[in-house]
């Protein structure tokens, strides 16, 4: 995170991070936004922490179950390492390659997903 300012957590399209200089004492509508992006992004990884569980609780689950499930959670990886960054988690975390082809965290559900 640069001094003061706040990782937000999507990148331009071009995959660069954005990053917001907020006012704490009155939060605008980016910062805002931002913050029901993550709540967003927690959630969703909540249920596929969930569901990965249960794909790898299940003796029966296929490969593809399991390479779904896997990406899913690689995914949801990314978005809460970005938060921790964001809030100032002290980490130095890249995900190389992954914005450029994603973007736009709000429009993750219907990315297909490459079984191959």
Excluded: N
């Excluded at 399209?13 to 992004?41: F, R």
């Amino acid at each position: 995170m640069r001094d003061g300012l706040r990782l937000l957590p999507w990148t331009t399209p071009d995959g660069k991070p954005c990053y917001l200089d907020p006012d704490t004492a009155h939060p605008g509508p980016l910062s805002l936004l931002a913050d029901s992006v993550e709540v967003a992004q927690l959630g969703s990884a909540e249920e596929v922490l969930a569901g990965s569980r249960a794909v790898l609780g299940d003796a029966a689950a296929g490969e593809r179950a399991v390479r779904f499930a896997l990406t899913r959670a690689a995914e949801s990886l990314e978005d809460v390492l970005r938060i921790a960054v964001g809030r100032g988690g002290g980490t130095t975390w890249t995900a190389p390659g992954r914005e450029s082809r994603r973007p736009d965290p709000v429009a993750r559900a219907s990315d297909p997903v490459d079984l191959a």
